[in-house]
C-alpha cells in the first residue's frame, strides 16, 4: 500500500515499512527481498517490552489479569499515540503503563465500597493489650520476634518473593492502593490526597495500617519460621 | 512485702501511666516517614525505645519492608517475581492482531 498521506507526509508503503519518497507511485518494481518484509512496528515493541511492561505493571497490581489488562491498554494508547523518539522506547511505554496503573488504582479505590477510616482498623490492635494497666502495649509473646541480623538474605530467596507477593496480595483494596501509589510509583502525599479525596491524616493511617500488617504477614509466613539467634 | 519488690513495683506503676503505649509509637514510627514528630513525641519515643525491644525490632522491620519494597518497584526485572514474570502468549497475539488491525 502506497501513498503520499497527508499533505507534507512522507509517503510510506506501510506493509513493507519503506519510505518511499523516491517513488510516491510505486512504478519501479519491488527488487526480491533477501530478508522477509519488516513487521509493524508494534510487532516489535510486543516481542522487546511486553515481558518487561507487564513485570511492572505485576509489581503494583499482583493479578496476572489485571497487569495483562493494563499491558494491552498501553500498547493500545502506544499505537494512537505518535513516539517521537526522543527518550527510549521502553522508557515512554513505561511512562504510557505508569499513567494506566495509577489511573486503574484510583479507580478500584473509589469503587472500594468500605469506609477508608475504618478499613483495616483491626491490625492496628493486633498483638496489643487491648485493655489493663498495660492496654496498647504489646503482648510480649505477641510482638516482633528477632528477624535476625540481616535479614536482607531473604532478597536472595525465591520462596520469599512468592511470600511478599501474596502478603501484599492480602491487603486490602484500599491499602493496597495506597500503599502502591506511595511507595512503590511514589507519587507525593498531596497529589494522592488530592486523587483521591481523602485527607492527610486518611493517609497517615492507611499506610500505618498497610505496613502493621504487611510486617505481621512477613513475620508470620516468613520470619518467624527461621530459627531465631537471640536478642537485639 | 520488702522494700525492693515495693520499689520495683512501683516502678512499674509508674511506667505503665506515663509510658506511651506501643501503638502510639508504631504509627509514630510510620508517621515519622511522612511528617516530622512534635519534640514531646520525639523524647517520649527516645525513653520508650530504650525499654522495648519490640519497638526496637518494629522500627529495624519497617526499615527493612520500605527497602525491600522500593526494591521491588525498581527491579522488577531482576527479581523472581511470580507467576512467571512473562507475558501470557495469548495476550501478545491479541496485541498483535489489534496492531495489524488498528480500530478506527
Redesign the interface.
Same mark, same amino acid.
Given at each position: 500500500m502506497c501513498g503520499a498521506g497527508f499533505p507534507g507526509r512522507r509517503p510510506v508503503d506501510t506493509r513493507n515499512n519503506r519510505d518511499m519518497t523516491d517513488d510516491p507511485d510505486n512504478t519501479v518494481p519491488d527488487q526480491p527481498s533477501a530478508t522477509p518484509p519488516p513487521r509493524?512496528p508494534?510487532?516489535a515493541w510486543?516481542d522487546q517490552h511486553?515481558?518487561?511492561?507487564?513485570?511492572?505493571a505485576?509489581?503494583?497490581l499482583h493479578d496476572?489479569w489485571v497487569a495483562?489488562d493494563v499491558?494491552?491498554e498501553t500498547?493500545?494508547a502506544a499505537?494512537k499515540a505518535r513516539f517521537d523518539g526522543r527518550s527510549a522506547e521502553r522508557t515512554w511505554l513505561v511512562g504510557i503503563l505508569k499513567r494506566k496503573i495509577v489511573d486503574h488504582l484510583r479507580i478500584i479505590f473509589r469503587e472500594s465500597p468500605t469506609d477508608p477510616t475504618e478499613e483495616g482498623s483491626a491490625v492496628?490492635?493486633l498483638g496489643?493489650y487491648p485493655s489493663g494497666?498495660?492496654?496498647?502495649?504489646?503482648v510480649?509473646e505477641k510482638?516482633?520476634?528477632?528477624?535476625g541480623p540481616n535479614?536482607?538474605t531473604a532478597?536472595e530467596d525465591?520462596e520469599f518473593?512468592?511470600i511478599?507477593?501474596r502478603c501484599l496480595k492480602g491487603l486490602s483494596t484500599r491499602l493496597a492502593a495506597v500503599f502502591t501509589l506511595y511507595?512503590?510509583?511514589?507519587i507525593p502525599?498531596e497529589e494522592i490526597c488530592r486523587d483521591l479525596e481523602i485527607t492527610?491524616t486518611n493517609?497517615?493511617?492507611m499506610?500505618?495500617r498497610a505496613?502493621?500488617q504487611?510486617?505481621h504477614c512477613?513475620?508470620q509466613n516468613w520470619f518467624g519460621q527461621r530459627p531465631r539467634r537471640g536478642?537485639? | 512485702m520488702g522494700l525492693f519488690r515495693r520499689v520495683k513495683n512501683a516502678w512499674i506503676?509508674w511506667l505503665?501511666h506515663y509510658v506511651v503505649?506501643?501503638?502510639?509509637v508504631?504509627?509514630q514510627l510510620?508517621?515519622r516517614?511522612?511528617?516530622r514528630l512534635t519534640w514531646r513525641e520525639r523524647l517520649a519515643m527516645r525513653f520508650h525505645m530504650s525499654i522495648?525491644?519490640?519497638?526496637?525490632?518494629?522500627e529495624?522491620?519497617?526499615g527493612?519492608?520500605?527497602?525491600?519494597? $522500593?526494591?521491588? +518497584?525498581a527491579h #522488577?526485572?531482576e527479581?523472581?517475581?511470580?507467576?512467571d514474570?512473562?507475558?501470557?502468549d495469548e495476550?501478545?497475539e491479541?496485541? $498483535?492482531r489489534? +496492531?495489524?488491525n #488498528?480500530p478506527s
Open positions: 509493524n508494534i510487532d510486543v511486553s515481558d518487561y511492561l507487564f513485570r511492572v505485576y509489581s503494583r496476572r495483562e499491558v494491552q500498547f493500545l499505537m492496628e490492635r496489643h494497666q498495660w492496654e496498647g502495649h504489646w510480649p510482638g516482633p520476634v528477632n528477624w535479614p536482607a532478597l525465591k518473593w512468592v511478599l507477593d511507595e512503590m510509583e511514589e502525599a492527610p493517609l497517615w493511617v499506610l500505618h505496613r502493621k504487611l510486617r512477613l513475620e536478642d537485639s | 506503676e505503665a503505649p506501643c501503638d502510639e508504631t504509627h510510620s508517621d516517614r511522612q511528617r522495648c525491644v519490640w519497638c526496637r525490632r518494629y529495624k522491620q519497617l527493612f519492608i520500605e527497602h525491600t519494597v $522500593r526494591n521491588l +518497584a #522488577p526485572d527479581l523472581p517475581l511470580p507467576p514474570g512473562r507475558l501470557s495476550m501478545k491479541r496485541i $498483535r489489534a +496492531a495489524d #488498528p
